[in-house]
């Protein structure tokens, strides 16, 4: 399959339409999802970052046409997913990661023919797709073995492998590394980068509650909780929100008696100062032996009128970095608590 991507049209890659989901529970309606909004365009890599029950699987099953939307619309380059289901499948692609379908008793190459089939692939077509995905998995060695006695990074890879078969344009990407050790996340991260590469305008879209993952991966992150889209950017963007001075620790030897923390407060561009150490040293003169200043600037260029005044005072610098602030902090600001401590409680309505 050769097609253009980038299209000659301008359909985005997902176009979400004030989705909404509610489901029927036991405690009274559940609403997974409230009026969502979002446009990710051809050949980005979209981070949907969210603590559990926010709704992250819930929005990625109705773009995969698993679950229908309670209302609202979607579609996926240009084809809308409750529609047109059929064409919808053809050019996207699912792997959800900790749970695994497939046939415990179909060896690893039985079970890649099996789904080619069901893509709809001609055999020899099909045959030669699943052979070139077991070598670029580097599955070789197990492709005759039975799935049930795979492990769990090897039935990952497997899962990926397969969602590679029909081309898609787009890949859905459910918590794809959760369960995986650092070495097979990492493995996992450099596939869909290369899948990606291979052609341009191929889409990811993925959910995570992993900071990090997101923080690496995402072209661009949607911060979901609750059902709602708290905020929207690349990583850089989102990171300025919640810092907008820039943020350099100064670590000198000691603050010398000239020079005070109102001294570097009085410096142009300069809008906060605070001691994060102070250098001290015991009885032996063992100890810390650097003072750390936390200065926030109006622009990076501020910094140099600080260092001269700290040279010129007589100070030793001993080291200078720029402190960036991690999309945990985002999350906290927005949310309101960390992600890890965040309630999988349903909210009724
Ligand atoms: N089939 C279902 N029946 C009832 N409630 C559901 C169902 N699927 C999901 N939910 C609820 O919808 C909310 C969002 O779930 P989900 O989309 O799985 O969140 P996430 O993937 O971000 O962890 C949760 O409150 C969850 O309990
Ligand atoms: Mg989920």
Known sequence: MSVDLLGTDSAAAVEVRGVSRVFKAKGGPVTALHEINLRI????????????????????????????PSAGSAS???????TETDRVR??????????????????????LAMFAQFYGMPYREGMRRVDEQIEAFGIGEIKDRKISALSTGQRQKLNFARSFLNEPWILFLDEPTIGLD??????????VRAFQAAQPGRTVLLTTHYMAE???????????DHGRILAQGTPAELKR???KESLFIVGVDALPPTMSVANLRAIPGVISVAMRDEATFDATGVGS????LAIGLKEDGALGGVISALAGAGAHLREISK??????????????RGIAESSEEPRSE
């Open 41 to 68: 365009e051809p050949g980005e890599l979209f981070g949907l970052l969210g603590p559990n029950g926010a709704g992250k699987s819930t929005l990625i099953k109705i773009l995969s046409t698993l679950l229908l």
């Open 76 to 82: 996926i380059f240009g084809l809308d997913v409750v």
């Open 90 to 111: 053809r050019i996207m692609n699912l792997v959800a990661g900790g749970d695994f379908s497939g046939y415990g008793l179909l060896t690893v190459r039985e079970q």
């Open 182 to 191: 650092v070495s097979a996340a990492r493995d996992v991260r450099d596939r």
């Open 214 to 224: 997101a923080d690496e991966m995402c072209d661009r992150i949607a911060i979901v």
């Open 241 to 243: 929100m919640v810092q």
């Open 289 to 292: 032996p650097t003072t750390r």
């Open 323 to 336: 402190s960036e602030p991690t999309l945990e902090e985002v999350f906290v600001q927005l949310v309101g």
